[in-house]
């Protein structure tokens, strides 16, 4: 069974803090890739990041970056000098082979000017 | 990027109707649709895949007579609703895979559903 836990339901910032989003994982797969998306209230979502397991390299891309641990199962997102536009849900998510994505519970994050 | 498009992206129905959603991968063939269902405040839980040219798979728990799923060609894919109910409003999001691809997905816009 596949499983992602995002413990923290909701965080609030203000502006300018830096956030870190955690996702820690299940699987017996092996291979498999993680994502991130973003949930802004018109409900699209809007894709972050995947990753493969085979790649545990960080990521950073502008004030986004992700630190992929395999050793504790998670794919952490901090959000560096946050900004009011930040405000939304965030998805972590698990696929493996061709099912369908494994999808956390979300954390709702506010940003404050 | 590849892109999923949904029709319509919102419907208002009475009790009792049957609506229907399509989703659209718009310049690439999907082999593999999957259907979500998300109510407010909380996460996308999959409803059904739906593979060209075979009877789609449901999740535990979902209905497959109340939720149709077409998927009659690598482009197309639709969810019809039947009978709907007050409880069946929800925002439904369609998600394509790639044929071929290295696991892409991608994700329509989702439709938002409210049966009155």
């Given amino acids: 069974a596949q499983k992602v836990t995002q413990a923290q339901t909701e965080i609030s910032v203000v502006e300018k803090e830096d ?3 955690d996702c820690v ?9 993680l994502f991130w998306y973003k949930q802004p209230p ?4 809007v894709f972050l990041i995947r990753r493969n ?5 960080n990521e950073i ?6 630190n992929f641990q395999k050793s504790t199962s998670s794919f952490n997102f901090t959000i560096t000098a946050s900004q009011v536009v930040d405000s939304a849900v965030y998805f972590c998510a698990l696929g493996t082979g061709r099912r369908a994505l494994t999808f956390g519970s979300g954390t709702r994050l506010q940003v404050q000017p | ?4 498009s949904q029709h319509p992206s919102w419907v208002i129905c009475k009790s009792g109707t049957s609506v229907k959603i399509e989703c659209r991968s718009l310049d690439f063939q999907a082999t593999t649709m999957f259907w979500y269902r998300q109510f407010p405040k909380q996460s996308l839980m999959l409803m059904a895949t739906s593979n060209e040219g075979s009877k789609a798979t449901y999740e535990q728990g ?4 109340k939720f149709l799923i077409n998927h009659a060609s690598l482009t197309l894919s639709t969810l019809t609703v039947t009978s709907a109910h ?4 929800s925002f439904y999001i369609c998600s394509a895979r790639l044929a071929g691809g290295n696991n892409e997905r991608f994700f329509g816009p989702g439709t938002r559903l409210t049966v009155l």
């Fill in chain 2, 86 to 89: 007050p409880e069946d409003s």
């Fill in chain 1, 19 to 21: 956030v870190t989003l």
């Fill in chain 2, 1 to 4: 990027g590849a892109v999923v």
């Fill in chain 2, 62 to 65: 979902v209905e497959k007579d």
């Fill in chain 1, 42 to 45: 018109s409900g699209e979502l």
């Fill in chain 1, 53 to 57: 397991s085979f790649d545990e390299q």
């Fill in chain 1, 25 to 33: 994982y299940e699987t017996r797969d092996t291979t498999y890739y």
């Fill in chain 1, 61 to 66: 891309s502008g004030r986004y970056s992700w």
